[in-house]
C-alpha cells in the first residue's frame, strides 16, 4: 500500500497539545500526526502537578486572572490570559467526555493548591495527570479513522513556497519525503534539552521553534525559562520532577540543617513562584554548599499525613524507592532544573503564526499567556484551550494570515534541481577519519554545558558573551560536517533515500542537534539584550525590574527588537 504524503492538515508533535489539536479538527478532514516516539512520550506525559481551572464556586475567573497576570510579571497579554480562564471550564468538561480520570471527592472533581494560586484550582489525576491526559487522548487519536500517526518520524524543515508554507520536509522509514498539507500546527512542546538540568524527555529539542526560526517566522520572549525548582538531584539519577503539589500539599524545603530558608527570600515561602523558589535554592547553595554545581536541598514531606501522600503522590514514591529513598520517612534531595519554555512562535488567539499556512499550539507558542513566569498547571490548560480554536478556522480563509507586520516571505525555487550521488556522499561519509557521528555527539554534549553555566537560573553578560560567541564556532563547524552539506542539498529535493551508509538514528540525531544550536542562539541572545530581571530572566548584574524593559523581545530572521510598552498587564 503506498505511502500516503498528502494531507489537509498536518500537527507536528504528539503531546497533549497536538492530540488535542488533532481531535479538535473537523472529522472530514484528513489529519496526519508526527511523532518522534511512539504514542504517547512527549513532555505533556511526564506532567504531574495538574491542569488549572475555575470549575469551584468558591473560586473565580477574576481570581484566576489576576494570579496568572501577577505571576507573569508584567509580561502577560491580558486578553490572552481572559481567552485562557474564561475557556478552562469548558474544556475540562471537554476532556472529562473523552474519558479522563480526573480524581473526584464524593463525586465532585477534586481541586489542589498549587504555588502562586490564590486557591485550589488544579484538577490532578494522582501525579501522573499528564500522563492521563496523553494516554486517553492518544487512545482517540488512534481510533480516529481520518488521522494518520507517524511514529519514529523526524521533522526537519517547513516546505514554502512564495511564502506560504506546504507542507514539511520529514524524515521516515529511511526517506527524506515532502508531505503536503494546507496547513501545518506545530506542537513540538519545548527545549529543555538544550540545558544540562532539565526535568524534559529526551523528545524536547525545540524543533518547532527552530524550524518556524529557519522559515523566518516571528519569535518572541525566548530568554523566559522555567526552572522548576524541585527537581530529583542524586547521582545517577534523571531530573525527576518532583511536583509543585508535593509543598502545596505542605511539604517543606529546607537546608542541611532543616532550616527553611526560602522565608528569607519572600514571604510566601516554598509556595513563592518557581522562579523566586529556584532562585533562592540557587543563592543558598552559592553561600553555603561546599559545591554549588552538584549541591542540594531537601523537601520534607513529614508535615503531610502519610496517607495523603500515598493518595496523592504514588508515582513519585515509585521513582523516588527506585533510587533508594523513601519519601514517607526521608527528605528528597532536590535543586533547579530546566523544565518550562514561556517564550516560542508568537501566535494570536486562533493560534496563527506569522506565516501563512502555519499555526502554533502550546509549549512552542508564545501566546502571551504565562508572560514572563509560568503560573503552575496553566500549561496543560493552555495546550486544550488554544488546541480547541483550530476546529473555528475554515480552510477556506487564507491560512496563517499576518498577525505582526515584520515578517518576511520565503521563497524557495521550484525549478529542476540536480539530484546529488547520494550513493557516493554516503561512501565519503564512511570512509570519513572521524566519523561525523562523533562530532555531532560531542557538540551535543558540550552545547547543554554551555547553556546551564551561561543561560541557567543566574546570568550575566560576561558569560552571555562568551557562551555565544562559543555556539557560533560550533555552528559553524556543524554547518561544514559533510552530513550537513549532504542534507541541505537533499533538503530542496521533493525526495531522498538515505544513502546505506547513513544510519535514520544518526541522521535524526544531527537534526536535533541543529535544532539545539538554532535556540541555543536564540536564547543567549535574547538573555543577552534583555538588561534586567524578570520572571524566569534572571541577570545578577542587573538585579532588579525595570519598567523600561516592560516589553516583549522580538526576532526574525536575524533581526532583534522590542515590542511597544505594555500598559495592560500586572505591574512586575
Not at 572521524?434 to 547553556?451: G, Q, Y
Not at 522580538?554 to 511597544?564: P, Q, T
Amino acid at each position: 500500500m503506498p505511502l500516503t504524503t498528502n494531507f489537509d492538515v498536518i500537527v507536528v508533535g504528539a503531546g497533549a497539545a497536538g492530540l488535542y489539536s488533532a481531535l479538535c479538527l473537523p472529522a472530514s478532514l484528513r489529519v496526519a500526526i508526527v511523532s518522534k516516539a511512539s504514542l504517547p512520550l512527549s513532555a505533556s506525559d511526564w506532567a504531574q502537578g495538574g491542569i488549572a481551572a475555575v470549575v469551584d464556586p468558591q473560586d473565580s475567573v477574576d481570581l484566576h486572572i489576576a494570579d496568572t497576570l501577577k505571576a507573569g510579571a508584567g509580561l502577560c497579554d491580558r486578553a490572552a490570559v481572559e481567552f485562557l480562564v474564561t475557556h478552562a471550564a469548558k474544556c475540562i468538561e471537554s476532556l472529562v467526555d473523552l474519558g479522563v480520570g480526573f480524581d473526584r471527592v464524593d463525586e465532585k472533581l477534586a481541586l489542589t493548591l498549587e504555588a502562586a494560586h490564590s486557591r485550589p484550582r488544579v484538577l490532578h489525576a494522582a501525579d501522573t495527570t499528564g500522563r492521563a491526559l496523553v494516554s486517553t487522548l492518544a487512545d482517540r487519536v488512534l481510533a480516529q479513522p481520518n488521522i494518520t500517526v507517524f511514529t519514529h518520524a523526524f521533522a526537519l524543515d517547513l516546505w514554502l513556497e512564495a511564502g506560504t508554507c506546504r507542507g514539511i520536509s520529514l524524515l521516515y522509514q529511511g526517506k527524506i519525503m515532502w508531505v503536503t498539507a494546507t496547513a501545518v500546527v506545530l506542537a513540538t512542546g519545548g527545549g529543555g534539552q538544550v540545558y544540562a538540568q532539565t526535568t524534559n524527555p529526551e523528545v524536547s529539542t525545540g524543533d518547532g521553534v527552530a524550524m518556524a526560526h529557519r522559515a523566518g517566522g516571528l519569535l518572541r520572549d525566548l530568554e523566559f525559562v522555567q526552572f522548576h525548582p524541585t527537581a530529583l538531584t542524586k547521582a545517577g539519577a534523571p531530573r525527576f520532577l518532583i511536583s509543585e503539589a508535593v509543598r502545596g500539599e505542605g511539604a517543606h524545603l529546607v537546608d542541611d540543617n532543616g532550616y527553611r530558608f526560602t522565608f528569607d527570600y519572600h514571604p510566601a515561602g516554598e509556595l513563592a513562584p518557581r522562579d523566586v523558589v529556584s532562585q533562592a535554592i540557587f543563592s543558598h547553595l552559592q553561600k553555603h554548599s561546599s559545591d554549588p554545581a552538584t549541591g542540594c536541598v531537601w523537601l520534607d514531606l513529614s508535615p503531610i499525613p502519610e496517607s495523603k501522600i500515598r493518595h496523592r503522590f504514588p508515582n513519585i514514591i515509585k521513582v523516588c524507592q527506585h533510587w533508594g529513598i523513601d519519601i514517607l520517612n526521608q527528605p528528597i534531595p532536590v535543586s533547579p532544573a530546566a523544565h518550562y519554555w514561556m517564550g516560542g512562535v508568537y501566535t494570536d488567539l486562533m493560534t496563527r503564526t506569522s506565516i501563512p499556512g502555519v499555526y502554533a499550539v502550546g509549549e512552542t507558542t508564545s501566546t502571551g499567556v504565562h508572560g514572563a513566569n509560568r503560573l503552575a498547571s496553566n500549561s496543560l490548560l493552555e495546550c486544550v484551550v488554544f488546541g480547541a480554536q483550530l476546529d473555528l478556522i475554515p480552510l477556506a480563509e487564507p491560512l496563517g494570515k499576518k498577525i505582526a507586520p515584520h515578517s518576511t516571505d520565503v521563497v524557495i525555487n521550484s525549478a529542476p534541481i540536480p539530484i546529488p550521488n547520494l550513493d557516493l556522499w554516503g561512501e565519503r561519509l564512511a570512509q570519513n577519519s572521524e566519523p561525523w557521528i562523533d562530532r555531532v555527539l560531542n557538540i551535543r554534549e558540550e552545547l547543554p554545558r554551555l547553556m546551564w553555566q551561561a543561560a541557567g537560573v543566574c546570568r550575566d553578560r560576561n558569560n552571555l558573551e562568551i557562551a555565544i560567541d562559543r555556539v557560533k564556532i560550533l555552528q559553524l563547524e556543524f554547518d561544514n560536517l559533510p552530513i550537513s552539506k549532504l542534507i541541505t542539498q537533499i533538503l530542496p529535493l521533493q525526495s531522498g533515500t538515505l544513502p546505506t551508509a547513513i544510519s535514520e538514528p544518526d541522521l535524526r540525531t544531527w537534526g536535533e542537534t541543529r535544532n539545539l544550536l538554532d535556540i541555543g542562539i536564540l536564547i543567549l541572545t535574547s538573555a543577552l539584550m534583555r538588561t534586567e530581571s524578570r520572571g524566569g530572566h534572571f541577570r545578577t548584574d542587573f538585579p532588579h525590574v525595570d519598567p523600561a524593559w516592560q516589553v516583549h523581545t522580538l526576532v526574525e530572521r536575524e533581526r532583534w527588537f522590542k515590542s511597544d510598552l505594555l500598559a495592560d498587564s500586572y505591574p512586575a
